[in-house]
């Protein structure tokens, strides 16, 4: 029997997942949640095989993943998301997801994701790849993505960066607003491109306004600096 996790906030998807989870007679459901807390409880409770979760719903983030991914590595993680940057979705698989579907999938390739998941395969629908390959993302990267590997943790200082990088602002007048100076500047967005596993302005503006750094309408009237 396999034993699922089902995290989300909305009631209307935890209710598919669960009529589509239902009709497969060794899947079962231990437990449904709405946010971090409730699955840090569930987890510490029941016995789990795979969350299905979605990280970029209101009450969760990555940090519980990369949490249980490390202290408990059997369980499997399974991203099911709306339409999110390839950027976002690489950063979920290295906090710890092995597998990454989205919430428009069919019946079967949400049923053939946890089955290969659990039995220690990494399942990517055909969406998700296309989205990863469309931004130029290695896709042979993601093959080398374990649980084991640590979040991608961004600094309060290289997030107040990322603000004004997706808010327009050039890398001289970011050093004046943060009193730093300019090669520091310099040096924060390198670091932040290769924690995000970007290499362009674009990229990181997308990142900013996917994990909801800035507003969508904030930067579609803001100039984009080239970097």
Same mark, same amino acid.
């Given at each position: 029997?396999?034993?699922?996790?089902?995290? =989300?906030?909305?009631?209307? !998807? +935890?209710?598919? %997942? @669960?009529?589509?989870?239902? /009709? *497969?007679?060794?899947? /079962?459901?231990?437990?449904?949640?709405?946010?971090?807390?409730?699955?840090?409880?569930?987890?510490?409770?029941?016995?789990? =095989?795979?969350?299905?979760?979605?990280?970029?719903?209101?009450?969760? =983030?990555? &940090?519980? !993943?990369?949490?249980?991914?490390?202290?408990?590595? /059997?369980?499997?993680?399974?991203?099911?998301?709306? =339409?999110?940057?390839?950027?976002?979705?690489?950063?979920? %698989? +290295?906090?710890?997801?092995?597998?990454?579907?989205?919430?428009? *999938?069919?019946?079967?390739?949400?049923?053939?994701?946890?089955?290969?998941?659990?039995?220690?395969? +990494?399942?990517? *629908?055909?969406?998700?790849?296309?989205?990863? @390959?469309?931004?130029?993302?290695?896709?042979?990267?993601?093959?080398?993505?374990?649980?084991? *590997?640590?979040?991608?943790?961004? &600094?309060? +200082?290289? %997030?107040?960066?990322?603000?004004?990088?997706?808010?327009?602002?050039?890398? !001289?007048?970011?050093?004046?607003?943060?009193?730093?100076?300019?090669?520091?500047?310099?040096?924060? @967005?390198? #670091?932040?491109?290769?924690? %995000?596993?970007?290499? #362009?302005?674009?990229?990181?503006?997308?990142?900013?306004?996917?994990?909801?750094? !800035?507003?969508?309408?904030?930067?579609?009237? &803001?100039?984009?600096?080239?970097?």
């Amino acid at each position: 029997m396999i034993k699922i996790v089902i995290a =989300d906030n909305n009631f209307i !998807v +935890r209710a598919g %997942l @669960r009529s589509v989870l239902s /009709q *497969c007679e060794d899947y /079962q459901i231990v437990a449904e949640v709405t946010n971090n807390v409730e699955l840090n409880e569930a987890l510490t409770v029941f016995e789990v =095989d795979t969350v299905l979760m979605d990280y970029c719903a209101d009450g969760f =983030d990555l &940090s519980v !993943v990369n949490k249980w991914a490390k202290k408990v590595p /059997q369980i499997k993680w399974i991203a099911i998301t709306g =339409d999110e940057s390839g950027v976002v979705m690489v950063g979920a %698989l +290295r906090a710890g997801f092995q597998s990454y579907i989205k919430k428009e *999938c069919d019946f079967h390739e949400i049923m053939d994701s946890v089955r290969e998941t659990v039995n220690g395969a +990494r399942f990517f *629908c055909g969406k998700v790849l296309e989205q990863i @390959r469309r931004e130029n993302i290695n896709v042979d990267d993601l093959q080398i993505i374990s649980a084991d *590997c640590d979040a991608v943790v961004i &600094s309060e +200082r290289e %997030l107040e960066v990322i603000r004004y990088i997706a808010e327009g602002y050039t890398n !001289v007048e970011i050093a004046d607003k943060l009193y730093l100076s300019q090669h520091t500047i310099n040096t924060h @967005r390198k #670091n932040i491109m290769g924690k %995000l596993g970007v290499n #362009n302005t674009a990229a990181i503006v997308m990142y900013a306004v996917k994990t909801k750094l !800035v507003s969508p309408n904030k930067y579609l009237f &803001s100039p984009v600096q080239n970097s």
